[in-house]
């Protein structure tokens, strides 16, 4: 399957007001540069987010079906579930920024973003890493 898209018309929509050049939205890396422009350790990043998403999707997708069967909760919930990496991304940067008082370590220090900065440099992390390796990160 796709995963990058490279000279992406969503990633010069998404990023116009950022200096970032490439963005991973759900499964799937958008970059403004050309394949040949986009450095290794960064394709190896923004694919792990696209894990990362791909795991917690999952994993939320199966608990809420287990609810839906056994306690009849709404199936509607399921139209959420893409979001939720994002909600905890989200919420765990607000946690962090009330700790460290700094937008740039609160980034850094978000669980995603140590996994995938700690093993940018190594090729075949994704192929090799355990299923929500970034859960070892939340305590860091
Ligand atoms: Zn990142």
Redesign the pocket.
Known sequence: MKRIYYESWIAEVLLFFSYCETI?VGPWVFTKLKETEVPQYVRN??C??ARQWTEMTLLTGLLLLVAVLAWGVSAWWFLVIPLLYYLWYGVEYVVRLCILRDGNKAYRAVS??QE??ANEKYANYNENSAYFSWVKYLTE
Do not use: I, K, R, S
């Open positions: 991973t990043h923004e792990t987010h995603f973003e995938a900065y």
